[in-house]
T-cell receptor
């Protein structure tokens, strides 16, 4: 299957920006997603980007896509303690019914 | 709207026992999915369904069976549980495939001793 990789941990101070990175291997990826998982809960879709876009902004969230390097990032501005969670990158290939997920990055926000 | 619900939330089995995990959605979604989540790994697709009465294999289907007798329910069965099936199981649903958002349930934590 496709490989989607993320670093496992990230710590930031409250009020700083967080940048969570993801790399993927499938050059046919059509949609790339960011999901958030809070403790004991299911995954919640945060945002997604179509592969012909470079950037998408949604309030405090900015997604950057470098299709040449197959690199996706999620920037959270003014990070709050409520942003502490695991963030998953996922990609869907052309015609695929399922998503391929990264390992997840555990974001810890230090007050 | 409850969204996607899963029962049970927790379960402990002995090796060789069987059980069924139930997923229900009230959004009239066509597609439903079962994933497992293991430490240090992303979610991996076990089986999925593109409509009532249909099922298909995902990445890691061995040791599991599924059924979609009703559109709103997707059942995941373990006929003879093994310790390697200790995991957190997530169900998801989407209106269609493609770019449609997948909505996830809260998960079932299964331990096989």
């Amino acid at each position: 299957g496709e490989d989607v990789e993320q670093s496992l941990f990230l710590s930031v101070r409250e009020g700083d920006s967080s940048v969570i990175n993801c790399t993927y291997t499938d050059s046919s990826s059509t949609y790339l997603y960011w999901y958030k998982q809070e403790p004991g809960a299911g995954l919640q879709l945060l945002t997604y980007i179509f592969s012909n876009m470079d950037m998408k902004q949604d309030q405090r969230l900015t997604v950057l896509l470098n299709k040449k390097d197959k690199h996706l990032s999620l920037r959270i501005a003014d990070t709050q303690t409520g942003d502490s969670a695991i963030y998953f990158c996922a990609e869907r290939g052309i015609g695929a019914n399922n998503l391929f997920f990264g390992t997840g990055t555990r974001l810890t926000v230090i007050p | 709207n409850a969204g996607v619900t899963q029962t049970p939330k927790f379960r402990v089995l002995k090796t060789g026992q069987s059980m069924t995990l139930l997923c229900a959605q009230d959004m009239n979604h066509e597609y439903m999915y079962w994933y497992r989540q293991d430490p240090g790994m992303g979610l991996r697709l076990i089986h999925y369904s593109v409509g009532e009465g249909t099922t298909a294999k995902g990445e890691v289907p061995d040791g599991y069976n599924v059924s979609r007798l009703k559109k709103q329910n997707f059942l995941l069965g373990l006929e003879s549980a093994a310790p390697s099936q200790t995991s957190v199981y997530f169900c998801a649903s989407s209106a269609r495939g493609g770019r449609d958002t997948q909505y996830f349930g809260p998960g079932t934590r299964l331990t096989v001793l």
